[in-house]
């Protein structure tokens, strides 16, 4: 397998991305929503229901991104794992758009066994030109390393040392990586048996952005009382994977208050620290959110 170290710094040519009011609805299905209660959530789960107008789940931003894992050259798609992802929100999404996008390699780190790839893409509306998100992404190519390149910077974000504030448990369902690989996400790492044998997994695992979609949901619920509005932008470290069926608790840190409004609205922003476990291991760590008081 060869990186090509010379598209760092190069930005894609623009792709274009639409959905739809039913993609929306799909996608926050495909994260838990009205599992426990089909009645709850209405707002993304529905496009009709009376009285309800219809929002979209801001981790959706992850999927208007268009044109997928930039060409950083040939390894085995098997050995790919989700190291990190970010997004920032500019203002709410709209139930169905098109978003032009563009990505720029940031990096190619040499950690050894593995490479670790980073990208960053932003997202303007195709009708306003106004910009919708800005998406950080990085993965670990295993087996892609040793090219004796930059290790790349240290992690500097740490967890708070005290008990959480609060803890939110919710489940997934058996059949939720199938669910969810119809967003758009169809590597066969979450739904064939033999492929996930290759990449080291005894089954299909849970898509790591299904885990991060569940997170950012719940954190919406719990800290900006499911006002999309409030919810500016999160990030977390994937550091281990989730079966299918598998409960996730997500223990939360309200960390601190800033002086300056900031996009949505005039209220102060605040930043909370969040890590997702399963079984009582850590799924989702180092985690970030930014959202108005």
Known sequence: MTLDLEIVGVQSEPAERSWTESDVALYALAVGAGHNDPLLELDFTTENSTGVETHVLPTFANLIIAGGVPAIGTYDPAGVVHAEQSFHLNHPLPPSGCARSTTTVTGI?????????????????????????????????????????????????????????????T????????????????????????????GGFSQPILHGMCTYGYTGRLLLHALCASDVRRFHSMTGRFTEPVLPGQDLTVHIWETATGHGANGFTD????????????????????GRLTYTA
């Open 171 to 198: 489940e997934t369902r058996p059949e939720q990586a199938l669910l969810y690989r119809l967003t758009g996400d169809r590597n066969p790492l979450h739904s064939d048996p033999e492929f996930a044998k290759r």
């Open 267 to 286: 209220s102060p922003i605040r930043t909370a620290h969040f890590r997702t476990t399963s079984n009582g291991v850590t799924v989702l760590d180092r």
């Open 109 to 169: 780190y040499d950690k050894g066994s593995a490479a670790l790839v980073t990208w960053e893409s932003t997202a303007v509306d195709v009708a306003t030109d106004a910009e919708l998100a800005t998406v950080q992404t990085s993965i670990f190519i295993r087996g892609a390393g040793g090219f004796g390149g930059d290790r790349g910077p240290s992690p500097t974000s740490s967890m708070p040392e005290r008990e959480p504030d609060m803890q939110v448990v």
